[in-house]
């Protein structure tokens, strides 16, 4: 039996843990700042939040180009020959770079594609479902594996509170007069996919221990999320309490396990130090 290797991209914010001990293979996006073009997953988060403090300025993201998709791929096969790839994608309606995947695997056979229409958390709970049936099921045929995680892109929901309004500003994806408003009130938006896209549903009101229990309690009650995993995304700045209690309140709400990710330099970059959100797979 061929060995199936998964991949994806930094978007999906997979711990370096997870993705070793499951040979998960990860492409980097970049982050654009002061001119000098980074991979993400190589330039420090906290690097973001300095240059926005003295230039009151967000970095520029760009997608994973066609060519170094090619090159990645190529590195795939020379460190598992004839291996099969099933590649699981940052969602096509947020970022070019599923589309340039697709391009570059027209040079190749034996690879498979998956939208997860998802980010960060959301795209890493699929990733992980799809190590986790390998793992339990080593001989699995790869289209069986590619109906099974296509079945559960659907079923991945992501709920996150932006860390900072200013970044949303800096970003243009709120006003001046609304990030002011927010402030004065102290308006915490919540952010959701959406058939892949990422939408403001929900807005909550005072400080952010409150808003992430919140936002908790709603999601929740929204969606019927398996009990055995939860993921906690955090973003660098994130107070150390409101992360103890919403690990009490997961417990309360039947979740056997629960893990952390730290958001990195995608998300970082539009939603600012000290976010909060929640992925996990519905029954």
């Not at 300095?50 to 180009?65: A, F, G, V």
Request: net charge negative; proline share 4%; hydrophobic share 35%.
């Amino acid at each position: 039996m061929r060995r199936i290797i998964l991949s994806t991209e930094s978007g999906a914010d997979l711990p370096k843990d997870l993705a070793e001990t499951y040979d998960v293979q990860v492409v980097p996006m970049h982050i654009i700042m002061d001119g000098e073009d980074y991979l993400d997953g190589e330039l420090p988060v906290q690097d973001i939040y300095d240059y926005y403090e003295r230039t009151k300025k967000i970095p520029s993201t760009t997608s994973t180009n066609a060519h170094e998709y090619e090159e990645f791929f190529t590195n795939i096969r020379e460190k598992f020959p004839d291996c099969i790839i099933v590649h699981i994608g940052y969602t096509s309606k947020a970022s070019s770079s599923f589309q340039n995947a697709v391009i570059a695997a027209e040079e190749f056979e034996d690879i498979h594609l998956i939208d997860a229409l998802n980010v960060t958390g959301g795209l890493a709970a699929i990733v992980l479902y799809a190590a986790n049936v390998l793992e339990e099921e080593p001989d699995i045929e790869p289209k069986q594996l590619v109906e099974k995680i296509e079945s559960v892109v659907p079923k991945s929901r992501l709920s996150f509170i932006p860390g900072s309004l200013e970044f949303l500003k800096a970003g243009g994806r709120v006003s001046n007069m609304a990030s002011l408003i927010g402030t004065l009130l102290k308006i915490k938006p919540c952010i959701e996919l959406k058939d892949g896209k990422l939408m403001s549903t929900k807005k909550y009101r005072g400080k952010m221990s409150g808003a992430t229990e919140k936002l908790l309690k709603d999601y929740v009650n929204e969606f019927n999320i398996d009990r055995k995993q939860l993921y906690f995304i955090y973003s660098i700045g994130l107070d150390e309490k409101i992360k103890q209690r919403m690990e009490e309140v997961a417990k309360e709400n039947g979740f056997e396990n629960v893990r952390w990710i730290q958001a990195g330099g995608m998300i970082s970059t539009h939603s600012g130090p000290g976010g909060f959100g929640v992925a996990g797979l519905e029954k």
